[in-house]
């Protein structure tokens, strides 16, 4: 069973909102939800990480509902250099991080 | 950047040979973690470690293992390459593997590109 399930890809322009959303049903009372961002021939880097309601940083927001079912990662003003795959993780134990296939994001000028 | 560095960046090898796949730090990290990437797969987890000696599996452990005998490297080893162990692998580091410390972000590598003909 999987750990979180995200769209496989979406598409925007630059200079909008984008919204990423992670499913995540089964959290665990002590999983955090993190977000990573890859680009081709990179390793993932760490973008944010939360536990519960909002969370903000120089990148992004992420939005944490009181059920904690799901986030949303959110990336104002996109531009073309946020063309990348967007991974959800959701860990709370010693036990690896688990990657899913990620939403791969497609900015268009 | 963390100061992780995988060796090599890319390899070719053939079907049967023994292959290992190296992961060096300098972070003192305790965690480190090998993955492989694949078109439609994602990053899938192979095997980890918490520790000197200390590891476990992953969800595609199956024809790999690893050894950690310091802190500093995490070794990655292909007893007998097979082509479906064509891929590229990513080691990460992490302070912690446990998120009630706050300290969890991974850092990765920039990935070494196996190919086994």
């Known amino acids: 069973l999987a750990k979180t399930t995200q769209p496989i890809s979406m598409d925007s322009y630059e200079g909008q909102e984008v919204n990423i959303t992670c499913s995540h049903n089964?959290?665990?009372?002590?999983?955090?939800i993190t977000w990573y961002q890859q680009f081709p021939s990179q390793g993932p880097r760490f973008i944010i990480q939360g536990y519960k309601t909002k969370v903000t940083n120089e990148v992004a927001s992420l939005f944490i509902p009181a059920d904690r079912k799901s986030s949303t990662l959110s990336l104002p003003r996109v531009s073309l250099s946020d063309t990348a795959v967007y991974y959800c993780?959701?860990?709370?134990?010693?036990?690896?991080?688990?990657f899913g296939k990620g939403t791969h994001l497609i900015i268009q000028p | 950047d963390a100061g992780i560095t995988q060796s090599p960046r890319h390899k070719v090898t053939e079907t049967g040979t023994p292959v290992t796949l190296r992961c060096h730090q300098t972070e003192n990290h305790r965690y480190m973690y090998w993955y492989r990437q694949d078109p439609g797969h994602g990053l899938r987890l192979i095997h980890y470690?918490?520790?000197?000696?200390?590891?476990d599996k992953g969800e595609v452990s199956d024809g790999y293992s690893v050894s950690r005998s310091k802190t500093e490297d995490f070794l990655l080893t292909l007893e007998s390459a097979t082509s479906s162990q064509t891929s590229v692998y990513f080691c990460?580091?992490?302070?912690?593997?446990?998120?009630?410390?706050?300290?969890?972000?991974?850092?990765f590598g920039q990935g070494t590109r196996l190919t086994v003909v």
């Open positions: 470690s918490y520790g000197v000696k200390d590891t």
């Open positions: 993780l959701v860990e709370g134990g010693a036990d690896g991080l688990t």
């Open positions: 990460a580091i992490s302070e912690s593997g446990d998120s009630l410390d706050r300290d969890t972000e991974a850092f």
């Open positions: 089964n959290i665990a009372t002590n999983d955090y």
